[in-house]
Nanobody, 116 residues
Framework: QVQLVESGGGLVQAGGSLKLSCVVS????????LAWYRQAPGKERELVAL???????DYATSVKGRATISRDARKNTVYLQMNNLKPEDTSVYYC??????????WGQGTQVTVSS
């Protein structure tokens, strides 16, 4: 059974930083694409960053230059470092493990609130 558990969210002032963690159990992170998504109230869930099996990364335009996705295979954990946070970054952040086009697993989410 695959499980993803996010942590690291919280309340931070604009310009601050947070590092989110996603601990994965039941599947090796290096065998799948892992991604961070976020969803603000009243908005659709959107991709923030992803890291492929091979380690290549991609970012949403809105966070490029401020976010870094990384992974630690020994801990089977994926991270999202967010710097220079803005109020518009306020969302629930979700970790996703993509097995293929038809199968994916999600964590429960962690709230990030950025105050101005």
């Amino acid at each position: 059974q695959v499980q993803l558990v996010e942590s690291g969210g919280g309340l931070v002032q604009a310009g601050g930083s947070l590092k989110l963690s996603c601990v994965v159990s039941g599947s090796a992170i290096t065998a799948n694409t892992l991604a961070w998504y976020r969803q603000a109230p009243g908005k659709e869930r959107e991709l923030v960053a992803l890291i492929s099996r091979g380690g290549s990364t991609d970012y949403a335009t809105s966070v490029k230059g401020r976010a870094t996705i990384s992974r630690d295979a020994r801990k089977n954990t994926v991270y999202l470092q967010m710097n220079n946070l803005k109020p518009e970054d306020t969302s629930v952040y979700y970790c996703k493990l993509r097995v293929n086009d038809f199968r994916a697993f999600w964590g429960q989410g962690t709230q990030v609130t950025v105050s101005s």
